[in-house]
């Protein structure tokens, strides 16, 4: 078994440990409404395949996948997501900040290293890297040509 598909499984068991403690593990005959709840919740569980399942089956239950991945400490690109779409709220909680440039008309960028890669998060966008020094480099660090045109 791959180690995404492990972690996914793992977190199909937190997922379903928190249905139980929610729901109730052993829901009493003449409360069928909980029994037939719960029982909903876990055969929509068995169908997660994939981290966007996860995310999917998470938000459509009214819980924010953001939050969830964040407390479990979700490394969201070994699981399979595609990096230009790990949300920067992750990025920002789990990853190390490793770099940042600010300019005098208030832009900025910080780059940050997540999941074995480099992310530049930007006021507009997110770029991803393989190398500290191609995300400094996108990021703008050190380079205050900027300021000097402005002055």
Request: proline content about 3%.
């Amino acid at each position: 078994m791959s180690t995404s598909n492990t972690l996914i499984d793992s977190l199909k068991t937190v997922i379903a440990n928190q249905i139980f403690e929610q729901v109730g593990g052993t829901v009493p005959p003449d409360n069928a409404e909980k029994h037939e709840r719960r029982q909903m919740m876990l055969d929509a569980l068995e169908g997660v395949k994939t981290v966007y399942d996860i995310a999917d089956y998470l938000d459509s239950s009214g819980r924010d996948s953001d939050e969830f991945f964040i407390a479990y400490q979700v490394p969201l690109v070994t699981v399979g997501m595609d990096p230009l779409d790990v949300p920067s709220e992750v990025i920002q909680s789990l990853g190390s900040e490793v770099a940042s440039e600010a300019w005098a008309n208030g832009s900025w960028a910080k780059v940050y290293t997540y999941d074995g890669l480099f992310f530049v998060i930007d006021e507009t966008e997110i770029r991803v890297f393989k190398t500290l020094c191609e995300a400094s480099a996108s990021a703008g660090v050190g380079n205050d040509s900027f300021d000097k045109l402005q002055d």
